[in-house]
């Protein structure tokens, strides 16, 4: 098997599992033991990765807005063909030494993982392979607690930095509700709930505008009928089903919107839409999301890239629990060399630990996913399972249930 997460499996039978806690090592790197380090540099390392990505959010969606129309102008050059690898190589290796392209390599990410403590590792692995043990909130005082000590994190944030989160605790109805789903998203760590809340709410407000952004999150609020049709292109989609763990699948699938004609803002509310959709799903604070990127009909363009880079944001900031995050199906070894380090570089440390690449395809990657609690019963048809998604269904029937 090829996949960049390796080692750990699970063999499920009737719904049970068992795991293989020899192989943790190789799923972390490449070595049998985690480094030695003491709890006070995790926790520092740990403090120091969150403030960077917490930082400056509008400059760095910037800095890859800049960035990608080179990029893609490059990319284009070196299209798969003859002497493509020999290029590729030369083409990474100087985009890396200069410090020209946003990206972080497999072996940077692997050995961030062996600096983590062996309960962490192991929160990582249960994560990415399914665990069937439920992680149960807090009791109600520990709630109360946690919420309080939110709302204390928020009121330390300066006020120039937290406009949008002030406006959406005034005028957003449904606002209680979102604090405790951030604290639910993030085992109820209240400082970690503020920094994404804040997030949030400074996306949600760039993608819908101040006069759409704190209303009731439906498609007749945040679509115009011209609008509609973006969404329906289904760049996002939820399965009906979950896995065998009880997570809940959104498929990531760029080629849907390729050849057609749409407005980037729009896209991107498109998949804030989704998600946001995916919030209501049964038990999806305890079970969380996984997310699998189909990049077979992709094609490298400009937009293509912001949007993903859009999307990595997305997931970065919301409230829900993403366990892991599949990336199958490239197009060619370019896609493969670049949109994965880039990924990594965009997302925080606990989304890029739970990244899985998978570079079998057809029956060998269907046996893949499976191991990660994926039969072909719980995947859709583009990836070779047996599920038929009829995605403008799903919008309509959301538009006429007022959704």
């Known amino acids: 098997m090829k996949h960049l997460l390796v080692g750990k499996k699970r063999t499920m039978s009737n719904g049970g599992e068992h795991s293989r806690d020899d192989e943790r090592g190789l799923a972390l790197g490449g070595q049998s033991t985690p480094l030695n380090q003491t709890q006070q540099n995790e926790e520092t390392n740990a403090e120091i990765e969150n403030n960077k990505a917490v930082d400056s959010f509008e400059t760095m969606l910037q800095f890859q807005t800049n960035l990608t129309s080179w990029q893609a102008y490059l990319l284009q050059m070196f299209q798969v063909g003859a002497g493509t690898k020999s290029a590729w190589g030369w083409l990474t290796a100087w985009w890396t030494s200069h410090g020209t392209v946003p990206l972080k390599s497999e072996d940077e990410v692997r050995n961030e993982k062996l600096r983590l403590s062996e309960s962490e590792q192991k929160h990582i692995m249960d994560d990415v392979f399914g665990?069937?043990?439920?992680?149960?909130?807090?009791?109600?005082?520990?709630?109360?607690?946690?919420?309080?000590?939110?709302?204390?994190?928020?009121?330390?944030?300066?006020?120039?930095?937290?406009?949008?989160?002030?406006?959406?605790?005034?005028?957003?109805?449904?606002?209680?509700?979102?604090?405790?789903?951030?604290?639910?998203?993030?085992?109820?760590?209240?400082?970690?709930?503020?920094?994404?809340?804040?997030?949030?709410?400074?996306?949600?407000?760039?993608?819908?505008?101040?006069?759409?952004?704190?209303?009731?999150?439906?498609?007749?609020?945040?679509?115009?009928?011209?609008?509609?049709?973006?969404?329906?292109?289904?760049?996002?989609?939820?399965?009906?089903?979950?896995?065998?763990?009880?997570?809940?699948?959104?498929?990531?699938?760029?080629?849907?919107?390729?050849?057609?004609?749409?407005?980037?803002?729009?896209?991107?509310?498109?998949?804030?839409?989704?998600?946001?959709?995916?919030?209501?799903?049964?038990?999806?604070?305890?079970?969380?999301?996984?997310?699998?990127?189909?990049?077979?009909?992709?094609?490298?363009?400009?937009?293509?890239?912001?949007?993903?880079?859009?999307?990595?944001?997305?997931?970065?900031?919301?409230?829900?629990?993403?366990?892991?995050?599949?990336?199958?199906?490239?197009?060619?070894?370019?896609?493969?060399?670049?949109?994965?380090?880039?990924?990594?570089?965009?997302?925080?440390?606990?989304?890029?630990?739970?990244?899985?690449?998978?570079?079998?395809?057809?029956?060998?990657l269907l046996k893949q996913l499976q191991h990660f609690g994926m039969p072909p019963e719980r995947l859709p048809t583009e990836l070779g399972g047996t599920i038929e998604l009829d995605h403008e269904k799903w919008v309509q029937e959301r538009i006429a249930d007022g959704l």
């Not at 973006?230 to 065998?244: A, E, K, V």
């Open 131 to 364: 665990c069937n043990e439920a992680v149960h909130d807090p009791d109600l005082e520990d709630q109360l607690a946690a919420l309080l000590l939110l709302r204390s994190s928020i009121d330390a944030i300066p006020p120039k930095e937290k406009v949008e989160l002030v406006e959406a605790s005034s005028q957003c109805e449904d606002f209680a509700h979102y604090e405790i789903l951030f604290l639910q998203s993030v085992y109820f760590d209240a400082k970690v709930a503020a920094e994404k809340m804040l997030l949030y709410w400074k996306l949600r407000v760039c993608d819908l505008g101040v006069e759409r952004a704190f209303l009731p999150f439906t498609i007749q609020n945040a679509f115009t009928k011209e609008q509609v049709q973006t969404l329906n292109f289904g760049f996002l989609r939820i399965l009906p089903s979950t896995d065998l763990f009880g997570r809940s699948i959104v498929i990531v699938e760029p080629g849907r919107f390729h050849g057609k004609t749409y407005d980037a803002n729009v896209l991107n509310q498109s998949v804030l839409y989704v998600c946001h959709a995916a919030l209501h799903r049964p038990n999806i604070g305890e079970s969380g999301v996984v997310i699998i990127f189909y990049l077979k009909t992709a094609i490298q363009k400009y937009n293509n890239m912001n949007v993903a880079y859009h999307l990595m944001k997305t997931l970065d900031c919301f409230p829900f629990r993403t366990k892991a995050i599949h990336f199958c199906g490239f197009c060619n070894i370019v896609q493969r060399k670049f949109l994965v380090p880039g990924a990594m570089y965009y997302l925080r440390p606990h989304l890029r630990h739970r990244l899985v690449v998978h570079e079998e395809e057809g029956e060998k």
